[in-house]
């Protein structure tokens, strides 16, 4: 089992930044795949992106090129990185570790708003 905790939301300006975190309650070493979605409302929960423990990437054909994911297994924390954000980008944002049945966070509120 695993616990994950994500933090960084908030209320952003088109075209602005802002890096969101998930902190596992364990090590994340033996987690193999790490990843982000997101649900907007009246929405169905949509992937956004996801790191392998050797460091392979994938992203949703909506983020790419503006959104980054990485982890730090030191810190058992996945971060997502997400740059030039958009109105649509509007959503609750959640962790995900895909271990046993899968395990999420609550989600972290991002708002692209001017």
């Known amino acids: 089992q695993v616990q994950l905790v994500e933090s960084g939301g908030g209320l952003v300006q088109p075209g602005g930044s802002l890096r969101l975190s998930c902190a596992a309650s364990?090590?994340?070493?033996?987690?193999?795949?790490m990843g982000w979605y997101r649900q907007a409302p009246g929405k169905q929960r949509e992937f956004v992106a996801s790191?392998?423990?050797?460091?392979?990437?994938n992203y949703g054909d909506s983020v790419k090129g503006r959104f980054t994911i990485s982890r730090d297994n030191a810190k058992n924390t996945v971060y997502l990185h997400m740059n030039s954000l958009k109105p649509e980008d509007t959503a609750v944002y959640y962790c995900?570790?895909?271990?046993?049945?899968?395990?999420w966070g609550q989600g972290t509120q991002v708002t692209v708003s001017s």
């Open positions: 790191v392998t423990s050797g460091g392979w990437t």
């Open positions: 364990r090590s994340i070493l033996s987690i193999h795949v």
């Open positions: 995900n570790a895909q271990i046993g049945q899968g395990y």
